[in-house]
């Protein structure tokens, strides 16, 4: 399983940025994916899940502003993230099962 993070990259406060996952090696409509996040000196902590059916959850942080979506025919997950504040400031990673892809960075300036 190959999961492939892009779409990270450094956005003033405010602003939006598209996070895509692409997967491989996996039979990748019937999985449950996640986004998490792991800002410097920090754990790594879930930002928001979707499974198979589309059902999503999101952490409190959120707060409305994320929107997690998947695209089955592309293989791909997503990570719509509006009105960016620092504090979003962090490596995300996409997850399924026991798989992490590599992540990529966001850094946003205020």
């Known amino acids: 399983v190959q999961l492939q993070a892009s779409g990270g990259g450094l956005v003033q406060a405010g602003g939006s940025l598209r996070l895509s996952c692409k997967a491989s090696?996996?039979?990748?409509?019937?999985?449950?994916f996640g986004w998490y996040r792991q800002a410097p000196g920090k754990q790594r902590e879930l930002v928001a899940g979707i499974d198979s059916s589309h059902s999503t959850n999101y952490a409190d942080f959120v707060k409305a502003r994320f929107t997690i979506s998947r695209d089955n025919v592309r293989r791909t997950l997503y990570l719509q993230m509006n009105s960016l504040t620092p504090e979003d400031t962090a490596v995300y990673y996409c997850?399924?099962?026991?798989?992490w892809g590599r992540g990529t960075l966001v850094t946003v300036s205020s």
């Open positions: 997850n399924v099962q026991q798989f």
């Open positions: 090696g996996l039979n990748f409509r019937i999985y449950s």
